[in-house]
């Protein structure tokens, strides 16, 4: 990919965070789900770490290797012409050095953002200190830039997805968090897990800066997000286990005897699906 269309893309991205509609994003695993997100009309298409890692075998958490996740990355970035924002997990590394070096890897690979958790591993033990993580996201914006692609980054903090701590000193850690990620130079900022209303209102108000919420069942809705302010919306891994469990209907129906006309009934059409990919999208 040209390195200034690149950096086009980049600053496109960073654009349908201002408004003044809400950013919905269908999160994909391939490129063949990224084709399928592009095609239904969205600007821009984000990968889901956890869909990418169970379809290569490995259970969530940043236990995929990071070529893997490059190669899924790369491969999508060529299949759409969309900006790719890729979910990236805590940038595979620990270090500020390792960060750099995935920075200039997303960028080598056509993203042009990416997800940057800022826990390490399965429990609490691993939240990175709020100073390294802000000298991680400082060295993936450098990193980046230099490379003539300012990635933009998506701070994630996974106090009330885990969660962390007391519950009653989650709102208060969460913002002292993600003000300190904005300051670093994070151009957004995500808080799965967070589904009451009125804290996402006061979260919005509280850290200044384009809020992601992830959609989850019992959850405000797309139109009562956007009314709280909020700037981004996403499914993570949603779109990919609602594909999973049509899979696991169909294949125990058929198992069953069921009718296999009906059972795909909903299909894309092969030819359809052949076509999506035929043409390089670069």
């Known amino acids: 990919m040209d390195i200034r269309e690149q950096a086009k893309k980049a600053e496109r991205l ?7 509609e809400i950013l919905v994003l269908a999160n994909a695993w391939d490129a063949v789900s990224a084709r399928i997100v592009e095609e239904a009309g969205y600007p821009a298409v984000a990968t889901t770490s956890a869909g990418v890692a169970n379809a290569l075998g490995y259970r969530d958490g940043q236990r995929v290797s990071r070529k893997e996740m490059l190669d899924v990355v790369a491969r999508i970035a060529r299949a759409v012409k969309v ?27 056509g993203a042009v953002g990416l997800n940057f958790e800022d826990v390490t591993g399965d429990d609490e033990s691993t939240l990175v200190p709020v100073a390294l993580q802000m000298e991680k996201i400082r060295a993936i914006r450098g990193a980046s830039a230099a490379m003539g692609v300012s990635l933009l980054i998506n701070a994630r903090t996974d106090i009330y997805l885990m969660p962390i701590g007391p519950a009653n000193t989650r709102f208060e850690r969460t913002v002292e968090r993600l003000r300190a990620y904005r300051e670093a130079g994070a151009d957004c900022v995500f808080v799965p897990g967070l589904q009451d209303r009125e804290l996402i209102g006061k979260l919005v108000k509280a850290v200044d800066a384009p809020l992601n919420i992830l959609l989850q069942p019992n959850g405000p809705e797309i139109a009562e997000l956007q009314k709280l302010g909020v700037a981004r919306v996403s499914t993570g891994s949603g779109l990919m286990r ?3 469990g049509a899979a696991q209907k169909m294949a125990n129906a058929l198992r069953a005897g069921g009718d296999f006309s009906e ?17 390089d999208k670069k």
């Open 14 to 20: 960073r654009e349908l965070h201002k408004g003044p």
């Open 242 to 244: 609602a594909a999973m």
């Open 83 to 109: 900006p790719v924002t890729a979910d990236f997990e805590a940038g595979y590394g620990t270090s500020v050095e390792e960060m750099r070096e995935s920075a200039k890897k997303l960028v080598e690979a």
């Open 263 to 279: 059972l795909v009934r909903d299909a894309i059409p092969y030819a359809e699906i052949n076509g999506m990919l035929a043409q």
